[in-house]
């Protein structure tokens, strides 16, 4: 069968940066598994994959509006490091949850300059092409109890919420 809205996708994937480097990969552990057609994964790679069957491979370059979005330079923000009440030792690369004017987000720490922290809010790969590689594994109807939830759930059927 073919992907469709609603297929429950099995596939391995290489995503690359522009230089080549491997952001992430399933290759060294289980494929990836999502619903199809519901926002679970990059609208540039659901859009690819729309249509494909098992067995199929796809090499993609996608840019950031259909990946995780333009860089946005009104998500940075320079705080004051006083600012941060009970966080010790704060540290470049850091992931904060914060209060913003855009309302609750993970924060990354991208430089400290004296007194002053500077967060960052946007996604890592914001303003990136994704460059994928990927496999279909395996393609098949979600259930009933999938598609009212919006995702997939294991094999056994077991129930996994975050
Ligand atoms: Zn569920």
């Not at 290489?14 to 290759?27: E, F, H, M, P």
């Not at 859009?47 to 946005?72: C, F, Q, W």
């Not at 992931?95 to 002053?116: C, S």
């Given at each position: 069968m073919?992907?469709?809205t609603d297929s429950?996708v099995?596939?391995?994937?290489t ?8 952001i992430?990969s399933?290759?060294?552990g289980?494929?990836?598994a ?6 679970n ?15 199929d ?25 006083r600012?941060?009440r ?9 992931h ?7 309302g ?7 430089r ?5 922290v500077?967060?960052d809010?946007?996604?890592?790969l914001?303003?990136?092409?994704l460059n994928?590689?990927?496999q279909?594994e ?9 598609l ?14 975050e």
């Amino acid at each position: 069968m073919t992907i469709t809205t609603d297929s429950v996708v099995t596939i391995h994937y290489t995503l690359k940066d522009d230089s080549g480097v491997v952001i992430d990969s399933s290759a060294s552990g289980e494929p990836l598994a999502y619903l199809h057609g519901r926002g679970n994964i990059v609208p540039g790679l659901e859009r690819e994959l729309t249509g494909r069957g098992v067995g199929d491979k796809v090499s993609v370059r996608i840019p950031p509006a259909e990946g995780y979005g333009e860089y946005d330079k009104n998500l940075v923000q320079s705080v004051p490091r006083r600012s941060l009440r009970g966080i010790k030792d704060v540290r470049q690369g850091m992931h904060l949850h914060a209060q913003t004017e855009q309302g609750p987000r993970t924060v990354i720490v991208t430089r400290l300059a004296g007194d002053m922290v500077t967060l960052d809010g946007n996604h890592p790969l914001a303003g990136k092409h994704l460059n994928f590689d990927v496999q279909v594994e395996e393609v098949r109807q979600a259930t009933e109890e999938e598609l009212s939830h919006g995702h997939v759930h294991g094999p056994d059927g077991h129930h996994h919420h975050e």
